[in-house]
């Protein structure tokens, strides 16, 4: 660093130097050319005052007379000399220096004469410096003779050296100057930072994760080096990940445990998949771009089906298909519509699918969300069923198909993995056209019984397009049975139930739950919340200074995180709090609930009309029990980012998951992930997924109102011994049973299934009907 300033700073001196003395010297040149063109014009005006008197001298014809005129109008004028010629060149008078008079130029002279016009010329003898204006007389049109008139120009060499003298001293002040500001600039602004960077590669290289006593460099320290800065904190981040894997396998390893980690994933599929590439599709795309301002910024929306699926994509170099929903998605794309994720570091691609506005209205607001959410939740909010509604999901979903055919060319036994009910049709089209794939769905949301299925005008051709995949998934065995009676009861179709299969076709359909779950950060262990005394005293810290914000003061913090969903019971939630209240009047001023809700599908008027009676409710019980500095409810209307939610949830002495209906509700999950104090107790709905697998949750009816108010009154009575039993236990069973375990299971199983011989395949594609849908759209003509 030592050698690099000083190499700096004598490149300043040089340049500086180098780049002063050059403008000295064209200002000098510019200075003496001003001086010279004033001169001229001065000795112009002089000689031509002085001309007539010149021009009768000459006429007398005296040649003695002209000596003392010469002399006379040299004192009158002030000139250095003055001589006079005739018109062959020959002096006749002067006065002045005689060696200025000696030697001055005859050619001027005889160029005057010769042409007969004003020439001017500089000289030079000894110390003097002179310029000579010669000027013809004529008498008439004769021409007589000639003028010289010399004037001093020493002056003018006087002038550029002293020019040059005070360039010398500014140059020496500004090259001081310069070499001070960019020492100063050079350790403000590079110095410090790459100190900084350097201490942190030194914590990571010698194993700390973490800033070294130097701390971590910042963000407005490195603006000058963006781009070393971006790659400093993504090999940081690599490193320190990598790290923490090994450490994690390691701890595995000595424990004897076997919980899976997102690396564990990723080399299970790459030993399993062999060259197999996978393919994900889903409706929301894992990175989307926006613009903020003048930038495109590349935001992660927050989705645990990304932690999942990711390490999957980047292990085989897969490609995920999605719609594009981000305002700046079109300009980041290539010509094919892909583009290369993660933005800072490029493992996997990303194919996006644009929709148009009415496609978004019709397929995702109306059939989706419209149609099959409420069919599939027992929330008793109607259906709604459109034809054109259905008849975009079927083109929007036959345009998914499309997209993943196209990548899928020239790809052996390609693995492909459909998310959710946007896209039940996907598998059947897939399918057909590449049987050699190997198809799988999983449906995020509950399957309902057959008799509620039924309600839909478009059930089976519903389940003949699921039928399509070699693997389909639910979270729980009970709505693997719920969808094989709907198959019973609308299909001509041969179910298993004790195998779990469908055979349609000739083709067989497995179906089995995969209960989804969260990640953890590192590889928790059980126990070791028990050895930090003060964790209670921070949690009590936190839970002030997160309150506080909302000018709240409350000794006991109840939490609630959902979408703005009629599913998610908050309409009821809120009116057993105001039951607890009521009837156990001790909690009033000491437990406040915060509501997380984030506003979701805000163009359909169901969502609409709820989120009005959800801040109706609010308003009514704040304003029957508030006091000057507490009040019951805090209502949060936005969506949080994962890390102010993990803060809420760290700091809730109790969380509150009382859906109404639901397929699993990871919020149950992420709560008990959270919480590494192992402390803090979940209510939970028992018509949810998670309440099949979190039995140490207190279960509840989330209809029954006084029910709800019991549990959260028995939950903040309950002691801290039994907090943390209960805890402890539901934390082994989501570490034990965590994403990337249902990630591995579920592509592990589609990889084990033996897809049908070719000749099964040619009897199911040559049948009377092109498509499963015209078929069955057929028979029910017939």
Same mark, same amino acid.
């Given at each position: ?314 292990? =085989? ?82 345009r998914f198909a499309d997209a993943v055919l196209e990548e899928m060319e020239g790809s052996e036994e390609p693995v492909v993995f459909v998310q959710d009910y946007h896209f039940a049709l996907l598998p059947r089209m897939i399918k057909r056209a590449r049987p050699d794939a190997r198809v799988a769905i999983f449906w995020h949301i509950p399957w309902p019984n057959p008799e509620a299925f039924g309600? =839909? ?197 109790? =969380? ?59 939950g903040l009575e309950m002691s801290r011994a039994d907090r943390r039993q209960r805890m402890q236990r539901m934390r082994r069973q989501v570490m034990e049973h965590n994403i990337y375990l249902w990630a591995a299971s579920l592509l592990g199983d589609l990889r084990e299934l033996r897809l049908e011989d070719s000749e099964d395949i040619e009897v199911s594609r040559s049948g009377p009907a092109a ?12």
């Open positions: 660093m030592h050698l690099f300033r000083m190499r700096l700073i004598l490149a300043l001196i040089a340049s500086v130097t180098l780049v002063s003395v050059a403008s000295t010297y064209f200002d000098v040149l510019a200075h003496r050319h001003v001086l010279r063109e004033e001169l001229e014009n001065r000795t112009r005006w002089m000689g031509v005052s002085i001309e007539p008197d010149v021009q009768g001298a000459l006429a007398a014809g005296d040649p003695t007379s002209l000596q003392g005129v010469a002399q006379l109008l040299r004192t009158g004028t002030g000139a250095l000399g003055i001589a006079i010629y005739d018109a062959h060149g020959h002096i006749l008078g002067s006065a002045g220096p005689q060696d200025v008079i000696g030697a001055l130029a005859r050619s001027a002279v005889g160029k005057s004469l010769q042409k007969g016009i004003e020439v001017s010329a500089f000289g030079h003898t000894g110390d003097w410096r002179w310029m000579e204006e010669v000027f013809p007389i004529h008498h008439g049109n004769e021409l007589e003779g000639a003028m010289a008139l010399v004037v001093d120009a020493g002056y003018i060499r006087s002038e550029g050296v002293a020019l040059w003298q005070r360039s010398i001293w500014r140059v020496a002040a500004l090259v001081i100057l310069i070499v001070l500001i960019t020492l100063g600039m050079v350790r403000w602004f590079l110095t410090r930072p790459m100190k900084r960077v350097t201490e942190r590669i030194r914590h990571l290289r010698t194993g700390h994760g973490g800033p070294g006593k130097e701390g971590k460099p910042r963000a407005s320290e490195l603006n000058l080096f963006t781009p070393l800065a971006r790659e400093v904190e993504t090999m940081a981040a690599s490193l320190i990940a990598a790290r923490a894997a090994a450490a994690a396998e390691a701890r595995l390893r000595e424990a004897g445990e076997h919980w899976w980690t997102a690396e564990r994933l990723a080399v299970h599929m790459r030993d399993r998949g062999g060259s197999s590439r996978i393919f994900a599709v889903s409706n929301r795309e894992p990175y989307m771009h926006v613009r903020q301002g003048r930038e495109t910024v590349c935001v992660v929306p927050p989705s645990g089906l990304v932690t999942a699926i990711e390490p999957v994509l980047r292990a =085989c170099d897969g490609v995920w298909v999605a719609s594009g929903s981000g305002d700046a998605d079109r300009s980041t794309v290539d010509e094919f519509d892909r583009l290369r994720v993660p933005p800072d570091d490029p493992r996997y691609s990303l194919r996006r699918v644009w929709l148009s506005q009415e496609e978004e209205s019709q397929y995702y607001d109306g059939f989706a969300n419209e149609g099959l959410w409420p069919l599939c939740h027992i929330a008793h909010t109607r259906p709604i069923f459109r034809p054109a509604d259905w008849e975009c999901y079927q083109r929007v979903n036959q309600i =839909c005008p478009w059930q089976a051709e519903l389940l003949d397009g699921l039928l399509g995949a070699d693997l389909l998934g639910f979270h729980i065995p009970l709505h693997c049975n719920n969808f094989l009676g709907t198959v019973d009861r609308v299909l001509e179709a041969r179910t298993d139930r004790e195998h779990m299969t469908v055979r349609r076709h000739g083709h067989f359909t497995t179906v089995r739950p995969y209960p989804i779950s969260v990640a953890f950060d590192g590889i928790p262990q059980i126990g070791a919340g028990a050895d930090d005394p003060d964790a209670e005293e921070k949690r009590g810290a936190e839970r002030r200074k997160l309150l506080g914000e909302f000018g709240v003061r409350a000794d006991c913090l109840a939490l609630g995180v959902d979408r703005l969903d009629y599913t998610k019971g908050i309409e009821e939630r809120l009116m057993a709090l105001e039951q607890l209240l009521e009837e156990h009047p001790e909690h009033r001023e000491r437990l406040t609930m915060v509501q997380i809700a984030a506003p979701s599908r805000t163009r359909i008027p169901s969502y609409a009309e709820l989120r009005a009676r959800v801040e109706e409710t609010v308003e009514r019980i704040n304003w029957r029990y508030q006091t000057a500095h507490w009040k019951p409810i805090v209502l949060i209307e936005r969506q949080c980012n994962h890390d102010e939610v993990k803060r809420w949830y760290q700091a809730a002495d109790l =969380c509150l998951v009382t859906s109404l209906h639901d397929g699993m509700n990871l919020v149950a999950k992420e709560y008990v992930a959270a919480r590494d104090d192992e402390d803090g107790v979940l209510v939970l709905s028992q018509f949810t997924g998670a309440a099949v697998e979190l039995r140490d949750a207190l279960l509840v009816n989330p209809y029954d109102v006084r029910g709800v108010a019991d549990a959260v009154h028995t498509s499963p849908v015209a078929e069955i759209a057929g028979r029910r003509t017939a």
